[in-house]
């Protein structure tokens, strides 16, 4: 019998050793990953997190996956930034489904002094909710990065995308260096680092190797690692890119948990895409975090009530805050599953 794997925190991947983590046998590759994933965390347990989109399109970024880029008409009917009030009672809504972090996302090349002030308070006030907090407003300088985490703000998330080698294919507008910038004033100013990347975006295998080792070979491995599959919308460019193999991805978010072992692996967008099965064999793989809800900032989720159908089948529990009684808890996920309800816990952004 294959004995289990450990695996040390380390930042020094080379490529050839993450083509090899993705060449092995997929049941050797799922072996080796779920071993790894029980040395750091508890088994069966899955973050929940709902994100709310605060400020919907017309960004002037042109990624060519994204249907908020300004550059590309996709029909998304366009949202100023919400009322701080509004975004309160979302994330209200939120706590009480069982969420225990609420992600705000602004299309934005990066905030605005003028904004600062309304983000403040609403990092503020979802904080005394007694909700994690994440934010991803595009690229910061280094006193934005210092107020958000003087405000209370618990994860920044900015996303590499892809490999160094493929980004130019996807953003022209910003470079992968201005993005590695961000990430270092998130670091530096303290707060937690959700980044990850998207496949499927016609990248070839190399370049899941190279993102994953970007990623893994960062200074501090970011908390929180979103796998996104690509979602194809119309009127973007990669509207007909070819579908990346379902496999493929599995062995993304194993071969993520091998190299990034104490990060939650983040199944994030395309999980509408997936059927039961395939989500199971993922969470098999070492993804340990999931939205929750029925939108994913602009593309459609896995309605709340399925998820809580798939964790009863799969005998995963949502993953518990340290300051969040069980009961309180228990009682707002029985709630969740119980009423079969599908409550409109986002913003309509589409
Ligand atoms: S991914 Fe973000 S930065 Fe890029 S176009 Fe979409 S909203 Fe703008």
Redesign the pocket.
Same mark, same amino acid.
């Given at each position: 019998m294959q004995a289990a794997a450990t695996q040390d925190v380390r930042h020094n991947w080379t490529l050839a050793e993450v083509n090899a983590l993705y060449a092995l046998p997929f049941n050797d590759l799922l072996f080796q990953a779920q071993s790894i994933h029980r040395q750091f965390f508890t088994p069966n347990e899955v973050q929940i997190s709902t994100l709310l989109s605060i400020k919907t399109g017309a /960004?002037?970024?042109? /990624?060519k996956?994204?249907?908020?880029?300004?550059?590309y008409n996709t029909g998304l009917e366009r949202e100023r930034l919400l009322e701080v009030e509004k975004v309160l009672t979302q994330a209200a809504a939120a706590k009480a489904q069982g969420a225990s972090r609420f992600c705000m996302?602004a299309?934005?090349?990066n905030p605005k002094q003028r904004d600062m002030p309304y983000i403040i308070e609403m990092v503020k006030g979802v904080k005394e909710l007694g909700l994690e907090t994440c934010m991803?407003l595009?690229m910061l300088d280094n006193t934005q990065a210092q107020m958000l985490a003087g405000a209370g703000l618990d994860y920044y998330n900015h996303n590499l995308d892809t490999s160094p080698e493929f980004y130019g294919e996807i953003?022209t507008t910003r470079s992968y260096q201005d993005r590695l910038d961000t990430l270092s004033h998130v670091r530096d100013a303290g707060m937690k680092v959700c980044c990850g990347g998207i496949v499927g975006m016609g990248e070839s295998a190399n370049d899941r190797s190279a993102l994953l080792m970007q990623l893994a070979n960062l200074p501090e491995h970011p908390q929180s690692v979103p796998i996104n599959m690509l979602v194809k919308v119309k009127g973007t460019p990669l509207e007909n890119v070819d579908d990346l193999d379902g496999f493929e991805f599995i062995r993304t978010i194993a071969v993520a948990r091998i190299m990034l072992p104490q990060s939650h692996v983040r199944l994030s967008a395309g999980r509408s895409r997936m059927n039961e099965q395939m989500q199971a064999l993922c969470f098999f793989a070492g993804a340990n975090s999931i939205f929750y809800g029925d939108k994913l900032l602009t593309t459609d989720n896995p309605e709340a009530n399925a998820d809580m159908q798939l964790f009863a089948k799969l005998g995963i529990k949502p993953e518990q805050r340290a300051d969040v009684s069980d009961e309180a808890h228990e009682l707002a996920l029985a709630d969740a599953i119980n009423e079969q309800v599908n409550p409109p816990l986002y913003h309509a952004a589409q």
């Amino acid at each position: 019998m294959q004995a289990a794997a450990t695996q040390d925190v380390r930042h020094n991947w080379t490529l050839a050793e993450v083509n090899a983590l993705y060449a092995l046998p997929f049941n050797d590759l799922l072996f080796q990953a779920q071993s790894i994933h029980r040395q750091f965390f508890t088994p069966n347990e899955v973050q929940i997190s709902t994100l709310l989109s605060i400020k919907t399109g017309a /960004c002037a970024e042109d /990624c060519k996956y994204c249907p908020q880029s300004g550059h590309y008409n996709t029909g998304l009917e366009r949202e100023r930034l919400l009322e701080v009030e509004k975004v309160l009672t979302q994330a209200a809504a939120a706590k009480a489904q069982g969420a225990s972090r609420f992600c705000m996302g602004a299309a934005w090349s990066n905030p605005k002094q003028r904004d600062m002030p309304y983000i403040i308070e609403m990092v503020k006030g979802v904080k005394e909710l007694g909700l994690e907090t994440c934010m991803t407003l595009g690229m910061l300088d280094n006193t934005q990065a210092q107020m958000l985490a003087g405000a209370g703000l618990d994860y920044y998330n900015h996303n590499l995308d892809t490999s160094p080698e493929f980004y130019g294919e996807i953003i022209t507008t910003r470079s992968y260096q201005d993005r590695l910038d961000t990430l270092s004033h998130v670091r530096d100013a303290g707060m937690k680092v959700c980044c990850g990347g998207i496949v499927g975006m016609g990248e070839s295998a190399n370049d899941r190797s190279a993102l994953l080792m970007q990623l893994a070979n960062l200074p501090e491995h970011p908390q929180s690692v979103p796998i996104n599959m690509l979602v194809k919308v119309k009127g973007t460019p990669l509207e007909n890119v070819d579908d990346l193999d379902g496999f493929e991805f599995i062995r993304t978010i194993a071969v993520a948990r091998i190299m990034l072992p104490q990060s939650h692996v983040r199944l994030s967008a395309g999980r509408s895409r997936m059927n039961e099965q395939m989500q199971a064999l993922c969470f098999f793989a070492g993804a340990n975090s999931i939205f929750y809800g029925d939108k994913l900032l602009t593309t459609d989720n896995p309605e709340a009530n399925a998820d809580m159908q798939l964790f009863a089948k799969l005998g995963i529990k949502p993953e518990q805050r340290a300051d969040v009684s069980d009961e309180a808890h228990e009682l707002a996920l029985a709630d969740a599953i119980n009423e079969q309800v599908n409550p409109p816990l986002y913003h309509a952004a589409q």
